[in-house]
């Protein structure tokens, strides 16, 4: 009897210990593999117009309207509203009593989409970010009745139009960050457009496969040392 109870108890545990291991080895199997990865330099961000195909539907639109010749931009009033070149845009009209710049109540109402605004007899310039709607945390109202003093500060204009080719004829490359302007339609398509820098060819929406952002001036040198050395051997 005692040696039958021995087998018994003997079995119970190898039973016990193989139903165990096996959930051990089965939630093992189900866990991801994992290889670490040493450290190392953060992966840049890639630059990209992810706006301009969003907005896609938009680009036929642009290509078929009119130039209205009575209300265009131009490049002059474009950085005159900013601070310096590249700055977000100061909002050059008054605003709703008690707004809060919250951009689906106020500002996506007209510069969502442009269009012609009678108010102050201009297009609205669209905006290439119009999932970002707590616009005033950047744009901020034009104030000057407040007192200020001036500052011989002097603004640092990009690249004029025509002078950032590489070649007489080749597409000109982008003078700016992409960042914050993923949309290149909202500024270089549709009568809101400064007049400069407004494309003919709006329906090509891939702007990146021939305009390539502008190399810093350090990577530049680099750039054509290596050239000049490949060439000469």
Request: proline residues 9%; aromatic residues 8%.
């Amino acid at each position: 009897m005692k040696k039958r109870l021995g087998f018994i108890s003997l079995f119970t545990l190898l039973f016990i210990g193989f139903i165990l291991n096996w959930g051990y080895s089965y939630k093992q199997g189900l866990e991801n593999a994992y290889i670490p990865v040493p450290d190392a330099e953060p992966t840049p961000i890639i630059p990209s117009e992810r706006g301009v195909f969003l907005r896609s539907e938009m680009a036929l639109d642009y290509a078929k309207m009119p130039v209205d010749e009575n209300h265009q931009r131009s490049m002059k009033t474009y950085y005159n509203n900013r601070a310096f070149s590249g700055a977000p845009p100061s909002i050059p009209h008054p605003l709703l009593k008690g707004e809060r710049g919250m951009g689906g109540k106020a500002c996506l109402q007209c510069h969502q989409n442009g269009g012609f605004t009678e108010q102050f007899n201009a297009y609205a310039p669209v905006t290439p970010h119009p999932e970002m709607i707590n616009c005033r945390q950047c744009h901020v109202a034009e104030n000057t009745n407040t007192v200020f003093k001036g500052t011989d500060f002097v603004k640092v204009i990009t690249a004029k139009v025509g002078t950032n080719n590489a070649l007489l004829g080749s597409p000109p490359v982008i003078p700016h960050q992409i960042q914050m302007r993923e949309n290149c339609l909202s500024c270089h398509a549709g009568p809101a457009a400064p007049k400069e820098i407004r494309v003919t060819h709006p329906e090509r929406i891939n702007c990146r496969q021939c305009h390539v952002p502008m190399l810093e001036n350090s990577k530049l040198t680099d750039l054509f040392s290596r050239t000049k050395n490949v060439t000469n051997e």
